[in-house]
């Protein structure tokens, strides 16, 4: 584990401490720092532990975004590789890879 960090979400000091680097710890920190400032913008009147718990859906919600748009990408890879591969004449195309669970050897 490495040392403790010292970061600021909403308005608040904490000391983290992480296994990543401090750099990254700083980071997560100030990106969920500003999700909670969207939140306590859009709504002010909402309460503190509310404002928190939306902006963690918030973020949830952003890393969800973003494995749906990496799966999106991987398939998109996968059909062009086999589109690639058949277009290479069979003599030249060297042993098939298998790409993953349920995929044909």
Same mark, same amino acid.
């Given at each position: =584990? ?5 970061? +600021?979400? /909403? $308005?608040?000091?904490? &000391?983290?401490?992480?296994? #990543? ?5 700083? %980071?997560? @920190?100030? #990106?969920?720092?500003?999700? &909670? #400032?969207?939140? %306590?913008? @859009?709504?002010? +009147?909402?309460?503190? #532990? ?5 902006? /963690?859906?918030?973020? +949830? ?12 990408? !991987?398939?998109?890879? @996968? !059909?062009? +590789?086999?589109?690639? !591969? %058949? =277009? ?5 195309? $060297?042993?098939? %890879?298998? !790409? $993953?669970? $349920?995929?044909?050897?």
């Amino acid at each position: =584990m490495s040392d403790a960090v010292k970061v +600021t979400i /909403g $308005g608040q000091e904490l &000391l983290v401490s992480s296994e #990543h680097p401090p750099e990254y710890t700083r %980071r997560v @920190a100030a #990106h969920y720092d500003q999700a &909670l #400032h969207s939140i %306590r913008s @859009a709504l002010p +009147t909402v309460d503190a #532990h509310r404002a928190a718990i939306l902006a /963690g859906l918030a973020v +949830t919600d952003e890393l969800f975004q973003a494995q749906v748009q990496d799966q999106n990408a !991987a398939a998109r890879i @996968a !059909a062009v +590789t086999e589109e690639l !591969a %058949r =277009m290479i004449p069979p003599a030249k195309r $060297g042993p098939r %890879r298998r !790409a $993953g669970p $349920g995929s044909d050897p």
